[in-house]
């Protein structure tokens, strides 16, 4: 799966907006600090992070994905982090998974 792959499941099935913008957009704005959302931002850059790419076009596997946020999880646990942000990182792991579930299943029906 594609980084504006996910981008966009991640969009479509969550509440919160992670695309500002296209793709491209998005993620250069979560770069710059300027993404609608700061904690979108920083799941955003991790992401991109962990890719090791700024691209929309950049393959990111589930394993990747889910590591690359590992860190934001555990800054969100602490006491004093605020609890929306704990919340929107896990949303988005099990987000995650579901995505390539979908893609996976997908892959075995076609």
């Known amino acids: 799966m594609t980084l504006e792959q996910l981008l966009t499941y991640l969009d479509d099935h969550m509440e919160q907006d992670f695309l500002d913008g296209d ?4 993620l ?4 710059d600090g300027s ?3 700061p904690i979108v931002a920083e799941i955003l850059a991790a992401l991109m992070d962990g890719a090791g790419a700024d691209s929309p076009g ?3 596997e589930r394993a990747v994905a889910v590591k690359a946020i590992g860190p934001l999880r555990l800054k969100y646990m602490k006491d004093d982090a605020p609890v929306e942000g704990f919340r929107l990182v896990e949303k988005t792991i099990v987000t995650i998974d579901a995505a390539y579930n979908e893609e996976a299943l997908a892959s075995r029906t076609s």
């Open 23 to 26: 793709a491209a957009e998005t």
């Open 35 to 37: 993404h609608r959302d």
């Open 58 to 60: 950049t393959e990111l």
């Open 28 to 31: 250069k704005k979560a770069r």
